[in-house]
């Protein structure tokens, strides 16, 4: 996990199959998971969307152990919503968002 938020530039193979399998954690262990998270989105950080990928798998997989960590993350990731400038992050970031609202609304 921490290997997808330092590295930018990653194999697409490589990236999907590192979140399928984070998913598929948060799916089992959603509360290790997001505590993980936590620690890896400081404010002012900017997550990769690979990232933003996985919390959106989650939130659609295990909705109901993401919802006491709702607070923190959107705390931490709606600030930086105006300063992400890659499309494929800003592309996650709106999938993300979706996801939490239909899956919660």
Excluded: W
């Excluded at 799916?27 to 989105?41: H, I, Q, S």
């Amino acid at each position: 996990m921490g290997e997808l938020a330092r590295t930018k530039d990653t194999e697409p193979e490589t990236e999907v199959s590192c979140v399928e399998i984070l998913v598929f954690i948060g799916k089992v262990d959603c509360e290790n998971l997001m505590a993980a998270y936590l620690e890896l989105l400081q404010p002012g950080m900017q997550p990769t969307g690979s990232m933003l990928d996985v919390l959106a798998g989650v939130a659609i997989r295990n909705p109901y152990g993401v919802v006491p960590f709702l607070k923190s993350l959107l705390g931490l990731l709606v600030p930086l919503m105006h300063h992400v400038k890659s499309t494929s992050v800003k592309v996650a970031f709106s999938n993300g968002e979706s996801y939490y609202i239909i899956r919660f609304y």
